[in-house]
């Protein structure tokens, strides 16, 4: 399989553009509650974003580590520069974005502690969910899946397949296990939606063997069941865990779709889409701390308790998060990932990675 995936790419730019929908609905209801109703259910589909995203990150991580085994020099050596590469990919901009939260106005029911920050190092690892940061829930399940993988590629090149097959069957276990006895209630890695990248990573399988037929049914019926989850409350699919069922789910045949149809020189979504996805976790990091600088912005110039407000609201909130995270991707990221990336231990050469295979 290639390492750039180009549709993967344009799908990733959705389920950022998503997550960041949803979170404007929300800032435009608090700017005029009048539209909360109308809010609430425009708001709906953007739950499904993270659903999408953990998908793409199974699929694209086990194609990475594949290749990786393929070309490395040794299983412990290709397991720790995959490592490295995460860790260069998701942690510095966490960092900034993190630091920039803290200075901003607090949130209702967020805290807001510099010293609480810097006296857990974990928070600052993502090893525990940092809930200074409301959306960095999700790189914590994204860690772990990493942590998970690279163990796995100690296995080598052969046994990888089949040690994540068994991997996944005890992690399976271990969530039935969960819900029968209550074993590992607050253990929070032990989260259905981790289910999300098994999925990824049975496609990415099912790519790799060859397997392209059915893509355009495959991302009609993942459509037609996202769409139609849109009857059910978002609320209630959340408290209840349901949203591997009602949106991780539906993901997987939309990524196999895409992927094969790509493969197949059948379909190639827009050039300017695909652009958009490159900055893509970018957009999943600011668009937070834009959104709150918005809020505290607002009563002060008059833009609040209308719906001419509400609707400006609206419209700002999108489009500022996707400057800033255009601006991110040019200034922040792609320099602090060429500069990590650049040497490896002992001062040898990283060559350039591919777009589709940072992004996650």
Known sequence: MPYRFQNIQALRAVAASLVLFAHACNFAAGAEPSLASAMWAMRHVGHMGVDIFFVISGFIMVVVARRGLENGPSPARVAIDFLRHRAVRIYPLFWITLAVLLILPAVPGVPHDWMAVLRDPTRLLLLVDPTEDVI???LTREIYFYGAVALIMLFGPRRFASAFVIAAILFVLLLVAKAVTGFGRDVSMLDRIALEFIIGAGIAALIASGVRAGWRTAIVAGVALLAASAALSPDAILLSGTRFLVWGIPAGPILYGLVAAEQTNTLLLPAWLRDF????????????????????????????????????????????????????????????????????????????????????
């Open 136 to 138: 960095a829930w999700s």
């Open 277 to 360: 996805g490159d900055a893509s976790y970018s957009l999943y990091m600011w668009h937070t701390p834009v959104l709150i600088l918005l809020a505290a912005l607002w009563p002060a110039i008059g833009l609040s308790g209308s719906l001419v407000g509400g609707v400006t609201a609206l419209v700002a909130g999108n489009v500022l998060s996707i400057l800033v995270a255009r601006l991110s991707y040019t200034w922040i990221e792609t320099p602090l990932m060429a500069r990590g990336l650049a040497k490896r231990a002992g001062g040898e050469s990283v060559p350039a990675v591919p777009a589709a295979t940072a992004r996650s």
